[in-house]
């Protein structure tokens, strides 16, 4: 399964909120070993984690969110993990690309297979912010599937008392650091993957702000709570309507691959909406797999 639309943080020393997991369709757990799990409480989360993982009883793709690279705490984490091969580790608050390289050599010297991917939490530190541009200009990272952004280290790391303005709205700071993780992922040839809403109660804010995110290039969200699960899904899936219209794109083009442009319903069409065409049919085709 590629570029997950739902990535539901699951505590990793929580037995009961493990054993309920699988059950809500994520696409992608991340089974969290950080900011979630107490400091006395980490070698039971590794245990239960690493349980969890080579037991496999879903479909959900299964990342582990490990401590960061200098918590002291990050080989402990991947060597209680790795044996149970899962599918991916998440790099809390690294400092930029060269971070997420010193995870890939820790995963390679460990013998993990290639197979196992890195999301990073890429704007959790001032230096990440200013960083991001070099995981679309330096060397290309294998190991990298997708990068995605926090608010709240963020803003506790520059001491600011709130990161939204007063109509509930990113503050620059964060809406700056929200779209260079957009163009650091694209850049990178991975998926840009919107961070969580914090109200889990407030579906309607969830739904607006997921199909906000998917418009501006997002293909994948965050979730801090089962039933934010539903609603992100539908909001990353292309509707009925978008899959028609990409589908008379990409077949006007095939009637005459020597066009540069068509005309349909009164608009040209060029290469561009062809591209994005075939993006909508893919994600969708994907989303009709994981259903």
Excluded: C
Excluded at 181 to 186: D, E, G, P, R, S
């Amino acid at each position: 399964m590629t570029n997950p639309r739902s990535l539901l943080f699951v505590p990793g020393d929580s037995e009961k909120k493990l054993a309920k997991a699988d059950s809500v369709r994520a696409d992608a757990l991340i089974l969290d070993l950080e900011d979630a799990v107490a400091l006395e409480r980490k070698p039971v989360a590794r245990a239960l984690v690493r349980e969890f993982v080579a037991a496999r009883a879903g479909t959900s793709l299964l990342y582990v969110r490990v401590n960061p690279l200098d918590s002291g705490l990050i080989n402990g984490d991947l060597e209680a993990v790795l044996s149970a091969n899962p599918d991916g580790i998440m790099l809390p608050k690294p400092d930029g690309p060269d971070d997420v390289r010193a995870l890939a050599q820790l995963l390679d010297d460990a013998g993990a297979p290639r197979s196992i991917k890195i999301i990073p939490v890429a704007s959790e530190t001032p230096a990440a912010v200013f960083n991001l541009g070099g995981y679309a200009n330096g060397q290309k990272i294998e190991r990298l599937a997708g990068i995605t952004w926090g608010a709240e280290d963020l803003s506790a790391a520059v001491g600011a008392s709130t990161n939204r303005e007063p109509n509930g709205e990113w503050s620059f700071t964060y809406k700056l650091a929200r779209s260079l993780t957009l163009l650091a992922a694209h850049g990178a040839g991975v998926q840009a993957i919107e961070t969580l809403h914090a109200d889990f109660r407030d579906m309607e804010g969830l739904r607006a702000s997921s199909r906000a995110a998917r418009a501006e290039g997002f293909s994948g969200r965050l979730a801090i709570h089962p039933d934010q699960v539903a609603v992100i899904n539908e909001a990353f899936t292309p509707s009925a309507e978008e899959v028609a219209f990409a589908r008379r794109i990409v077949a006007a083009f095939d009637a005459d691959p020597s066009l540069g442009a068509v005309a349909i319903d009164g608009k040209m069409i060029d290469q561009p909406h062809l591209k994005q065409a075939r993006n909508i049919i893919a994600q969708a085709e994907a989303a009709e797999g994981r259903n």
